[in-house]
């Protein structure tokens, strides 16, 4: 989505019913740079995730290395990531932060707000990074607050997500009971023989 949009306003742009994007005024009058001008063009897009996953990196004595992520495997949230731009200038060490609301259809307890960082060198890989950004988390939506312009995702740990609903939770509970018991009378009677042997 491409706007026009007046330096003196805060920026709010709204992606469907999951994505929200809200630029403070000053971020778009650092963003235009010396010019003169009273608006300036800011884009906000969606992109699939699929084209953010790290690159692999080239080394003299190995070849070619597909460098992982050493921390648990996590996944963008809704596999969309958010774009933002404005005006011609770079925007970063805001004071007044960019906010982007990401709404949730269920709740997903372990996300967090990133951006994506490119890599500088050649040996190096593009990675998501929190630098700069904070992630607050209500019941419907994680808002990324952030002090840059870039690319914005929600990562999120697939496996601690799924849940337990309470019939499986109170038959998982009693046979944790269960074997609790049973293993504290087996230790009880390998002790008895034991000192019986002894």
């Known amino acids: 989505m491409f706007l026009c949009v007046f330096l ?4 709010e742009v709204k992606l469907g019913l999951a994505y929200r994007v809200q630029v403070p005024s000053s971020a ?4 235009r740079g010396v010019q003169s001008d009273h608006t300036v063009m800011m884009v906000a897009t969606l992109i699939n995730s699929s084209f953010f996953q790290p690159t692999p990196r080239w080394s003299r004595s190995r070849g ?3 460098q992982q992520p050493v921390s648990i495997q996590q996944t963008v949230l809704g596999d969309r990531v958010l774009f933002v731009k404005v005006g011609s200038q770079p925007v970063s060490n805001l004071t007044e932060r960019v ?3 990401f709404n949730i259809e269920k709740m ?5 707000c990133v951006f994506w960082r490119e890599p500088h060198l050649m040996n190096e890989t593009g990675q998501w990074s929190t630098e700069g950004c904070n992630t607050i ?17 929600v990562l999120v740990n697939p496996e601690l997500n799924s849940k337990v609903d ?5 038959s998982l509970t009693y046979i944790t009971y269960i074997g609790s018991a049973l293993s504290t009378l087996f230790a009880f009677g390998s ?3 034991y000192v019986a042997l002894q």
Request: hydrophobic share 45%.
């Open 8 to 11: 003196v306003f805060k920026a």
């Open 99 to 101: 906010h982007l609301i």
């Open 108 to 112: 997903v307890k372990n996300g967090r």
């Open 137 to 153: 988390t209500t019941r419907e939506e994680y808002i990324c607050s952030c002090n840059h312009l870039s690319f914005f995702a």
């Open 28 to 31: 778009l009058q650092r963003s």
């Open 64 to 66: 070619l290395i597909n």
């Open 191 to 193: 002790l008895i023989i």
């Open 166 to 170: 309470e019939r499986n939770a109170a």
